[in-house]
Nanobody, 119 residues
């Protein structure tokens, strides 16, 4: 029903920038929110950022606020995560999720995309 296509990951040096994209395979977005989570090996999945689709209000995790910016393109049902001043600690697999059936529950996920920051 809803497929999420992620792109933009890769390898970058510390201090560099990267932009992740997540596109929902629907013509009109009727969900509640889209967001990003990340998970490094042996660690829990951490919240990165999300956007409420109706209002455009954005939310950020404590560890990324001030460096990352989440935006959207309504026409493309796509969210973009602009990541600046990247640190080695940002190295993780980043997952895009969508709250579709009901608010507060991420019920669709992308495959995840790797972000590696070298020092």
């Amino acid at each position: 029903q809803v497929q999420l296509v992620e792109s933009g990951g890769g390898l970058v040096q510390a201090g560099g920038s990267l932009r992740l994209s997540c596109a929902a395979s629907v013509r009109t977005f009727s969900g509640y929110a889209m967001g990003w989570f990340r998970q490094a090996p042996g660690e829990e999945r951490d919240f990165v950022s999300s956007i409420a689709w109706r209002t455009g209000h954005t939310y950020y995790g404590n560890f990324v606020k001030g460096r990352f910016t989440l935006s959207r393109d309504n026409a493309k049902n796509t969210v973009y995560l602009q990541m600046n001043s990247l640190k080695p600690e940002d190295t993780a697999r980043y997952y895009c999720g969508v709250q579709w059936a009901k608010p507060g529950e991420y019920d669709y996920w992308g495959q995840g995309i790797q972000v590696t920051v070298s020092s």
